[in-house]
């Protein structure tokens, strides 16, 4: 008999760390690798946040704060939400949490019982179904498409909606795409009777159009948010949910036994980020949006499809259908043949095979080195196989 348990095993990998990790072994042979596959920010992590950290571990504020986070932070949090999106939020609705992943987990772990369904779109965020999967509940896909810029369609949405569907899980801007959901379909899904559960990560890397919350247009939901990306923080682990006041309680002591609480350290970084980050942030953007017009157009004069231009997050998901239907061995012969790192789309879904994911969390100096070589490749006609 395996000592090892079955959802220990059967849980899926997440390719884009086997990309990058064989990205790396190529480096240590002494290959010189692009990598357009890992969605973090390249920049540093602003000094202001910095100088906030380090002001805090001279304090010796260096011990475990409150399960549900610092009441300044928490406060910052509904400063922020109420500034962007003119929500009222309570900081009793707040927890801080050591990054979104374990935010995720304490969600549906308070809201779904093994049995309990969740829609998440395909493609979606990798994660996603598998923490579902490892707690019980049962993934409910619905495919989105290019051509809706991968929007649910919400008529779809209704028709799979039974007595068994807890939830509703929302990502946008959305990894792998890119793309925006319209205030009406946000509208549209709030609506639909299930608790929804947003990703709202990616909120202030939008580019020309303007991010929702889902607050907007419901209480019946549960917000994800962090540091990670926009702050460029994603070593400093920081995350917090927004949720309904009874599910609370309930989360903390979650959080009190799996957690305890998120570090003290990033916390009293976190309120330096809200407060006084802002210009840092802006101009962190305007970059991330000259790599990304840049890179819409050179994989469009590449070649892949691409029907709807994204205008959120640091990511393009492109159709490369015309060169492979298997984007695992495409994405890793693009990695030795051309020494580019770039994710494959299956990695997010069933839905998403023959795309590949192309990350603008790089110079772009590299960009164009890596979308050169790939144009190079493609042309040479070593991509067939």
């Known amino acids: 008999m395996n000592p090892v348990t079955e959802k220990a095993l059967n849980i899926p990998p997440f390719i884009v760390m086997d990309v990058l990790e064989r990205a790396h072994e190529l480096e240590k042979e002494g290959r010189h690798i692009i990598h357009l596959e890992v969605g973090e920010p390249d920049f540093p992590t602003p000094s202001c946040i910095c100088e906030a950290a380090a002001k805090a571990i001279q304090e010796e504020k ?23 999106y003119g929500v009222c ?6 927890i801080v949490t050591s990054g979104t992943s374990p935010g995720i987990f304490m969600i549906f772990s308070s809201i779904l019982d093994p049995g309990d369904k969740i829609i998440f779109s395909d493609p979606h965020y990798p994660c996603y179904p598998n923490i579902a999967s490892f707690i019980g509940a049962v993934p409910s896909f619905i495919n989105v498409y290019e051509e809706d810029g991968f929007q649910y369609r919400p008529e779809e949405m209704r028709n799979r909606i039974n007595t068994q569907t807890k939830a509703i899980l929302i990502n946008s801007p959305s990894n792998p795409t890119g793309n925006l959901l319209s205030p009406e ?3 549209e899904i709030a609506g639909l009777g299930p608790y929804v559960i947003s990703d709202e990560i990616y909120h202030g890397l939008v580019y020309g159009e303007k991010e929702h919350s889902i607050l907007e247009y419901t ?24 949720a309904p006041i009874e599910f609370v309680r309930p989360m903390q002591k979650i959080q009190q036994n799996f957690f305890i609480s998120a570090g ?20 962190m953007r305007a970059v991330y949006d000259e790599r990304r017009r840049y890179m819409i157009r050179r994989l469009r004069e590449i070649g892949f499809g691409l029907s709807i231009e994204p205008c959120g997050a640091f990511y393009v998901l492109v159709n490369a259908n015309h060169i492979s239907q298997d984007s695992y061995k495409l994405a890793f012969k693009i990695l030795e043949e051309a020494g580019v790192g770039v994710t494959p789309g299956i990695d997010f879904g069933d839905n998403a095979e023959g795309y590949l994911r192309f990350s603008y969390a790089n110079s772009l100096e590299n960009i164009k080195i890596g979308l050169d070589r790939i144009e190079e490749f493609i042309r040479s006609g070593k991509v067939y196989y």
Request: proline share 1%.
């Open 62 to 84: 260096t011990h475990y704060t409150h399960s549900l986070g610092l009441m300044e932070l928490r406060e910052a949090i509904c400063e922020d939400y109420l500034k962007k």
């Open 89 to 94: 939020v309570y900081p009793d609705q707040v």
């Open 185 to 187: 379909r946000m509208k």
């Open 219 to 242: 209480d019946r939901a549960f917000v994800l948010n962090g540091f990670s990306k926009l702050y460029a923080m994603t070593g400093w682990r920081l995350g917090y949910i927004i």
């Open 264 to 283: 003290s350290i990033a916390q009293w970084a976190g309120v330096a980020a809200l407060k006084k980050a802002d210009r840092d942030v802006e101009e």
